[in-house]
């Protein structure tokens, strides 16, 4: 099976290059890790990054695309290190689109428990912003709308997988950044998990 990984930020994604012995094929116009079995590509931050790089990669056609990175979480009761599979993902800045607000729904191919995803081009940071969308989505961040899109695009299966690095009551961007460098590890091996269970 052929399997690209897509993740915003090296960071995030720093355990699975090492474990997994990938090596960097390319760097421009984005940078790409490859190996036996999967390929993986660094975005950048937000949608278009995200669409772009995977537009690009799945000119190799593969037949899975996840995307691995990290969350913030809207609701006092998600934690940080809960790991989970989005299920929907609401763009809470593209509601004059389609005449109401825009919720996309994703089938969930992992064993992890599903959550809303708001997904949108600027980082849910303060307690008064988490606190508005808490009413509409789980968790946030700034490319799973954009993976979907394209994933549908080019008929490719989805799976998007994401750890929460920082919860509803930090607001601080420093930490947040530090955190996203933390996950690395317990991102990797849920998604190297995954990942065996479908191929077996």
């Known amino acids: 099976m052929r399997v690209v990984i897509i993740a915003a930020f090296k960071q995030e994604v720093e355990q699975f290059i090492v474990k997994v012995n990938l ?19 660094i975005s950048g931050p ?5 669409a ?3 537009t690009y990669i799945c000119r190799d056609e593969p037949e899975l695309v996840i995307n691995a990175g990290t969350a913030g979480a809207l609701k006092p009761l998600i934690r940080e290190d809960d790991v989970f ?13 389609c005449g109401g607000k825009r919720v996309a729904k994703i089938d969930n191919i992992t064993r992890l428990n599903g959550a809303v995803c ?12 988490r606190d508005f969308f ?21 008929k490719v299966q989805c799976g998007i ?19 996203i460098a933390e996950k690395s590890g317990k991102l990797y091996r849920v998604v190297a998990e995954f990942l065996r269970q479908i191929e077996n």
């Not at 094929?25 to 079995?37: C, N, R």
Request: glycine share 4%.
């Open 23 to 41: 090596y960097r094929s390319q760097t421009i116009p984005f940078s790409v890790y490859s190996g036996d079995k999967y390929n993986l590509i």
């Open 85 to 97: 599979a989005v299920t929907e993902i609401f763009e809470s800045d593209r509601p004059l689109f």
């Open 118 to 129: 708001l997904c949108r081009d600027m980082p849910a940071i303060t307690d008064s912003e």
């Open 52 to 54: 772009a790089a995977l």
């Open 161 to 179: 997988i994401k750890i929460i690095s920082d919860g509803a009551g930090c607001s601080d961007k420093d930490e947040i950044v530090k955190k």
């Open 134 to 154: 808490s009413a509409d989505a789980d968790i946030t961040d700034m490319e799973s709308a954009a993976v979907l899109q394209v994933c549908r695009l080019f």
């Open 46 to 50: 937000g949608k278009v990054n995200a």
